[in-house]
């Protein structure tokens, strides 16, 4: 059987769309990508990708653009609930993207970008 194209095995349940709905597109993208690293690509296109968004955003940022304001994201515990069952990496993404949306602070993305370039490269180096 084919894979269901409205709710694919690669992203295994809601939790990736309940939290990045309540991120910026780009943050999204990035959650998305990391989210189903591998399962759907060659990692390394996937990181890729992410990387292409996540300069999106710090691009933005660098030119004064913040998350607006409006934004009321839910609590901490209520993010957690929804990656908790995911990898470590998976876990920093999001805690990182959420700390972005949630207070604007580029260190978050800067922090991200170095993190998964680090990645990008390792797993280049072992394919």
């Not at 839910?74 to 999001?94: G, I, K, L, S």
């Amino acid at each position: 059987m084919a894979d269901d194209p409205i709710n694919p095995k690669h992203y295994a349940g809601t939790e990736c769309a309940e939290i990045g709905e309540r991120l910026t597109g780009n943050s999204y993208q990035v959650l998305k990508y990391n989210w189903r690293l591998g399962k759907k690509d060659a990692a390394t296109i996937e990181l890729g990708k992410s990387i292409w968004y996540l300069d999106r955003e710090i691009e933005l940022a660098w030119a004064g653009w913040r998350p607006p304001t409006a934004l009321v994201l839910p609590t901490d515990a209520w993010f957690y609930e929804r990656y908790r069952h995911r990898d470590d990496h998976v876990q920093a993404v999001a805690i990182n993207l959420i700390n972005w949306n949630r207070h604007g602070d580029r260190d978050c993305l800067h922090i991200l970008r170095a993190e998964l370039t680090k990645l990008h490269h390792t797993l280049e180096e072992n394919n």
